[in-house]
């Protein structure tokens, strides 16, 4: 047997080289034994927030469970499926749920940082109900595995875009036979080059099933692009989609930004290419973890430029200040840039990384203002017109955009150019920063910063289409004004 075909065998990737995991199973004293501390914790504490605010004859109890683990850093991020049982009920004036539905399919998002949970995302569907016109559950236990559905559906705040036929070409189709095994030895590779290591044979077998759709998937994201980029295998492939978005993306972005002045026209005349880095105005490329706090990297980023240009001295800011002490966004949870530059102006500024450093996580807040470096006046929106914000970057510094994320979780270089529908603007979901812009090859696009490590995109940096408004680039650009 080839070497590699052992080392799969050991780690029970091989079909037939491990007994299939056991079907789900109702959740007994027993049971409750057999599960590991951790995932026992994470399932009771989702089960305690799904019945928060139910009556006690309609509290729900757990039927199934089974869960994963993604760890990094201080934290752990716990994906939990489970059959929740509604008790008899015939009151309709108690009842949450009509007698016919009695039993709900649910997905359930914990994550565990330094003991605390915090419920990110609880999503259930009734099964077996008998309601007309009542849909499908959206994923099932089968055959002993979890099947989840991998493509989120579009906004219903789409602004008349067609998704439907483009988004149907990425639509999971089942996999031939063979492909695991073929994509086996890249997957090895993978696990070597970002150091992963799993629980168990069989999370090490989801895993690499996880892997094998995500590389079906980025072939497709491929073949619909009309930029340049190459999309495969990055440091995020062995993650479901769910669980990318839960632990690096931002939601909150979608929401109404609180309003800020329209800035100063600096006039639409640009030159042909600008780039920040070479001037001395950005810091490092930095790396959030799993922690949904791009917006406050955004921001920080935008801050320390704006700090370059004005006061003449490059200074890595402070995200974890931002985590602990913006009791307007949620820390991990997201947030908006707004409501960042209001709470460093409200704060008295910002202090530095080294004073101040990043921890992942939401912790008390330990700001000192005796410790400030840098302050800011005040924010302004800039405009939506891509040559109005070329020309303000090159004049002003780096801005703070946020952009839809499709695509990312695969991307390794070039210029990302998506599909309009796959990418809508509507979709917002990610903070990062506008640093330059240029043409490669005549190919126009914007340079942007990001917050995933340089072990990411072209060493921390991701090149988008500019022109077209991609991804929405353009809708929330916003910067600090220092005086």
């Known amino acids: 047997m080839a070497p590699w075909l052992q080392l799969l065998s050991l780690l029970g990737l091989l079909p037939g080289a491990a007994a299939a995991p056991a079907q789900p199973r109702a959740v007994s004293a027993q049971a409750w034994r057999q599960l590991s501390p951790e995932l026992l914790a994470s399932a009771r504490f989702a089960l305690e927030m799904f019945n928060r605010g139910r009556a006690a004859g309609t509290r729900v109890v757990l039927g199934a469970v089974r869960g994963r683990v993604r760890r990094a850093g201080q934290g752990s991020l716990y994906s939990l499926e489970a059959t929740l049982e509604e008790p008899p009920c015939n009151d309709p004036m108690v009842c949450q749920l009509p007698v016919s539905k009695k039993t709900l399919l649910c997905s359930f998002e914990v994550l565990d940082e330094l003991g605390k949970h915090v419920l990110l995302r609880k999503d259930c569907d009734p099964v077996d109900t008998k309601v007309p016109g009542a849909g499908k559950p959206k994923s099932a236990f089968t055959q002993g595995s979890v099947m989840i559905s991998s493509l989120s559906q579009p906004h219903p705040d789409n602004r008349n875009e067609t998704f439907s036929p483009v988004f149907s070409l990425l639509n999971e189709d089942p996999l031939p036979q063979d492909l695991t095994v073929k994509m086996a030895s890249i997957f090895r590779n993978f696990v070597i080059t970002y150091n992963r290591t799993y629980e168990s044979k069989e999370e090490a077998q989801w895993r690499l099933s996880i892997f094998v759709r995500n590389m079906v998937r980025a072939q497709k994201i491929q073949a619909l692009d009309r930029g340049t980029a190459e999309y495969g295998v990055t ?93 307007i966004d949620k820390a991990c949870m997201g947030g908006l840039p707004s409501s960042a530059y209001s709470a460093i102006k409200n704060l008295g500024g910002l202090e530095t990384e080294d004073d101040y450093s990043y921890r992942g996580h939401m912790q008390a807040c330990n700001f000192s203002p005796e410790k400030a470096k840098v302050y800011i006046n005040d924010s302004v929106e800039l405009s939506q017109n891509e040559q109005k914000l070329a020309a303000w970057l090159a004049k002003r510094g780096p801005i703070s955009v946020a952009i839809n994320a499709f695509g990312m979780q695969f991307y390794r270089h070039g210029i990302s150019r998506p599909l309009r529908p796959l990418c809508s603007p509507w979709l917002i979901d990610h903070a990062v920063l506008l640093v330059g812009y240029g043409n490669r090859s005549d190919v126009p696009f914007w340079a942007i910063k990001n917050s995933w490590g340089t072990d990411w995109g072209e060493k921390g940096y991701y090149y988008l ?7 929405g680039v353009n809708t929330m650009a916003s910067s600090a004004v220092v005086d």
């Open 465 to 471: 289409h500019r022109g077209s408004g991609a991804c």
């Open 235 to 327: 440091k995020f492939s062995d993650l479901t989609e769910e669980e990318f978005r839960t632990i690096y993306l931002n939601p909150l972005l979608r929401e109404e930004p609180g309003k800020m002045k329209q800035a100063k026209s600096v006039g639409d005349l640009a030159p042909p290419e600008w780039d920040w880095r070479s001037k001395g105005a950005v810091t490092k490329v930095k790396d959030q973890g799993m922690c949904g706090s791009c917006w406050a990297f955004s921001v920080t980023g935008n801050v320390e430029g704006q700090w370059f240009l004005n006061q003449g001295t490059l200074l890595s800011l402070s995200e974890q200040e931002l985590l602990d002490c913006d009791k």
